[in-house]
């Protein structure tokens, strides 16, 4: 294992200075820095280009300016790494280290939402193959992943922040939209749950009626102008929380596991009154972490008395109830700072942003504040990378678990007489997960990559900022920067996806061809 | 009862089998996945709307054959251009005060006047050229551009990826390699690269380039695919035959594997059309004077609110032309892979039980 892991990182190396001096020369060969002071009227025109030249190395071919700037980048190994600097004269390292934090966060809860709801429609389109809904789905995903990244920008931009700001003024739903709404979730939940049709059409007219009350409810309290959660909320979701997932893990007929879950949503909801004080206090991040420890201990303890044989699923039923319930907590916290937030002077009622990262001169500081600045500065881009990248995961995650239910251990695990809840999740689901979480590393790079164009139609300021600064600015150093950073980035990827395939799959060795 | 059900299962397992061999009797591979892929309706629909839209688009525009002095020109059906510039509608032609509105009125009743074309179906942009004649004109640009990538990947990436998955050993491990290199940089990057500095030599020459460093992916996917057909008994047997290299591979092998190469190019053509349009987007594709569907988005974006046409033409134009693609891809996959199967329509179901029983009976 560790020789081959030994043997991957030798191939990076390898890799990596065979992509780096690719796209070095490409880049070199097609630019000419100098083309700007060529065609300049100034007086001391050959000057700036003889200083240009010097500064750049024009004078030597590129593949051995190559050599010079791998020079630099070698002294990784020495511990002082110089991928030179920019035309600016910021160091690349800076740059990019500045940049990498912003793209980060893009990224990687595109991801998690794009996993989490690909995933679960993927694998009830699965469950009811060749039905309404797969059919359904299968379009979805095409024309996803149709879709021009920018062009569905434009389109968030102008239906989700500019009406739903508009909107948000006064809140109120308008009855069509309520009926049209409340129609949409009837049907979609009457062809998930599907069934003969006298049920379908019970599932249909109870969500539609539970839909409507619902929305006229929200509409009616103004609720999205004044959001707030509040302990009754969190001990009503918690309850519904404590069964749904009790139900997706161990089965409802575990009564144990039953009684722990809810007592934790009721422990939950005790602890929601002295979280107030914690999280307002001057150190909010203390106050979240005391906050799940203390959610966690509880949830430990609770399983502890309440299951006395088999504590192993229920314990973790109990954990996921209560991170579950604890950020439920977070968000009410979140909703608290919506008013001050969006009645301050630089966010003046239009808090879904359309432009950049966060609001530079925000008045208000507090904690809270500012994480739902970011929160909404995230809303847009977030929505559309996810868009993007969902629907593969949707695909994905159909296509294996048909795979996977075609295998002879399905058929053993119903032989064996296991309910239904149990072979899917247990048995299928599992197995599932393993080519996905697989998959999934290696999407990261990916949309890194598609973060570029993203970044630039939302503008922020990550790595597809500097990136496109680099091309247009003929700046090489810095454009091998970024595509080393993005290369070993696609590189490590491969190889980590490649050692949890073997790590999840016991049926796969790495390492073991020779 | 269960004993009942279980041989009313096996007894429909055995009549769908009977369906499906009496479907495929005395047909070559190619009748065979030609008929599965007819039946595919999202595919076949895909084929009929993607060849109409091609044949559309190309007829549009006058075609101007032959040197710049005194071309030949083959006439279009559109009366516009897409450098002309005729007088742009403005005031009581268009409402909201908006300029070089669309003409065109799908409406046919609301408004009482029914449905018209109009001057400008699709209005005018900035300058007055007409954007119906812009919009074919992207769209033209964007097909081609697809067609090459695509041509020029499904080449390299099929040779490389057969010499590779061929010969192994020492070829193989160059090659792969040289694709190692090439894939690890997004593909965005060496696009952006080099679509910066060739953008301005026209749609086609990019492409051309593009083409060049998009076969990585399928040539891994040939090459896994050849490294199993070459261990196959026909391979042998047509090697103690006394077969050359060259005849193995063409005659063989690559008609074994031609179904992953197909089903892989269309969605890299899919791919292609979307990396032109991003390309562009960015401003380092397809360059003005030249059009194509990403570039006019790009152009016109913050145009969206005052004049959305101009927005969502050339928009509606990708996803049409990328949608089709990917159906017709489903259903080539669909096509060639041996285990799928149709699902019986009931009365298909009721037949095969008839003859069923009628062959048990005789």
């Given amino acids: ?514 | 009862m269960a004993k009942k059900k279980e041989n009313v299962e096996i007894i429909k397992d055995a009549s769908e089998n009977a369906i499906f061999n009496k479907e495929t009797e005395g047909l070559s591979q190619g009748q065979i996945v030609l008929r599965r892929f007819i039946r595919h309706r999202a595919a076949m629909i895909s084929v009929v709307v993607l060849f109409t839209l091609i044949a559309v688009v190309y007829t549009a525009l006058d075609w101007r054959i032959g040197d710049e002095e005194d071309p030949l020109i083959i006439p279009g059906w559109w009366k516009y251009g897409f450098e002309d510039m005729p007088e742009l509608r403005y005031g009581a032609d268009c409402i909201n005060g908006s300029v070089g509105c669309p003409s065109l009125d799908a409406v046919p009743f609301f408004d009482g006047d029914g449905i018209s074309i109009g001057e400008h179906p699709f209005g005018q942009d900035d300058i007055g050229r007409d954007y119906l004649a812009l919009v074919m004109r992207g769209a033209q640009r964007s097909i081609l551009v697809m067609f090459i990538i695509g041509a020029i990947a499904a080449t390299l990436g099929t040779v490389i990826g057969s010499i590779a998955g061929y010969f192994r050993g020492w070829v193989d491990a160059i090659l792969m390699r040289l694709v190692d290199f090439i894939i690890t940089v997004p593909v965005i990057i060496i696009g952006s690269v080099i679509g910066f500095h060739f953008g301005n030599k026209g749609a086609a020459f990019l492409a051309l380039l593009l083409g060049l460093f998009s076969w990585t992916g399928l040539s891994r996917l040939v090459r896994g695919e050849f490294l199993t057909l070459r261990e196959r008994e026909f391979v042998d047997a047509s090697r103690v035959a006394g077969a050359s290299n060259r005849r193995i591979i063409f005659k063989h092998i690559l008609p074994n594997a031609v179904g992953v190469i197909i089903v892989s190019v269309t969605l890299l053509m899919s791919g292609a059309i979307l990396l032109e349009t991003a390309l562009s987007y960015l401003g380092f594709g397809v360059t003005s004077p030249d059009v194509s569907l990403g570039l006019l988005i790009s152009n016109y974006q913050d145009a969206f609110t005052t004049r959305p046409w101009l927005f969502w033409y050339p928009g509606l134009f990708i996803i049409v032309i990328a949608l089709c693609i990917n159906f017709i891809g489903d259903g080539l996959r669909d096509a060639f892979d041996p285990r799928q199967r149709r699902r019986l329509s009931r009365k298909e179901k009721a037949n095969a039980r008839v003859m069923q029983n009628r062959n048990e009976f005789a």
């Fill in chain 1, 1 to 514: 294992m560790f020789a081959y892991i030994l043997r991957r990182l030798g191939a990076l190396v390898v890799i990596l200075f065979g992509a780096s001096f690719l796209i070095y020369n490409l880049a070199a060969i097609s630019t000419d820095p100098l083309e700007g002071l060529k065609t300049s009227t100034a007086q001391n025109r050959e000057q700036l280009i003889a200083a240009a030249t010097r500064e750049l190395r024009l004078d030597l071919p590129p593949p051995l300016r190559y050599f010079l700037w791998l020079r630099g980048v070698l002294g990784i190994f020495v511990g002082n790494p110089d991928f030179g600097k920019t035309r600016e004269q910021q160091p690349v390292i800076e740059a990019i280290a500045n940049a990498i934090p912003t793209t980060v966060r893009l990224v990687i809860v595109a991801t998690i939402v794009a996993l989490v709801l690909g995933l679960a429609l993927g694998i009830t389109s699965a469950l009811r193959q060749y039905s309404r809904f797969d059919y359904g789905m299968t379009f979805v995903a095409f024309l996803l992943f149709s879709l021009p990244i920018f062009w569905v920008a434009v389109l968030l931009k102008q239906y989700l922040a500019i009406d739903f700001n508009d909107f948000l003024v006064n809140a109120k739903i308008s009855p069509p939209w309520i009926i049209g709404l409340s129609i949409l979730t009837g049907f979609f939940w009457a062809a998930v749950i599907s069934g003969s049709r006298r049920r379908v059409w019970m599932i249909f007219s109870i969500a539609f009626l539970a839909n409507s009350i619902f929305l006229s409810a929200i509409s009616a309290s103004q609720w999205l102008a004044y959001p707030r959660l509040g302990p009754v909320a969190i001990f009503i979701f918690g309850v519904g929380i404590a069964f749904g997932v009790t139900y997706l893990s161990v089965g409802l007929s575990d009564r144990n596991a039953i009684k722990s879950n809810l007592f934790i949503a009721l422990i939950g909801t005790i602890l929601y009154f002295p979280a107030q004080n914690l999280l307002d206090s001057n150190r909010p991040r203390v106050g979240i972490l005391i906050l799940l420890v203390a959610l966690l201990i509880s949830a430990i303890a609770v399983s502890f008395i309440f299951a006395r044989i088999d504590r192993g699923p229920i314990i973790r039923t109990s954990v996921i109830t209560s991170i579950l319930i604890g950020v439920m907590i977070l968000i009410d916290q979140m909703m608290q700072a919506w008013r001050p937030y969006i009645e301050s002077d630089d966010v003046n009622y239009r808090p879904v942003a359309t432009i950049g990262q966060s609001t530079i001169w925000l008045s208000d500081i507090s904690f809270w504040v500012r994480v739902l600045d970011f929160a909404m500065h995230l809303v847009l881009p977030t929505l559309a990378l996810t868009l993007i990248s969902f629907a593969g995961y949707v695909r994905f995650s159909r296509g294996t678990l048909l795979d996977v239910l075609n295998q002879d251990y399905i058929r053993t695990a119903r032989a064996k007489g296991l309910s239904e809840r149990t072979v899917i999740m247990r048995h299928a689901f599992r197995n599932t997960m393993i080519p996905i979480s697989t998959i999934m590393v290696g999407d990261v790079a990916g949309i890194v990559g598609g973060a570029i164009i993203t970044e630039r139609v939302f503008a922020w300021q990550g790595m597809g900022t500097l990136f496109n600064k680099a091309i247009t600015s003929f700046d090489l150093n810095l454009l091998m920067g970024v595509s080393i950073f993005l290369s070993t980035l696609a590189i490590l990827a491969n190889l980590i996806a490649d050692l949890l395939y073997s790590a999840l799959d016991p049926r796969i060795r790495v390492g073991a061809g020779k």
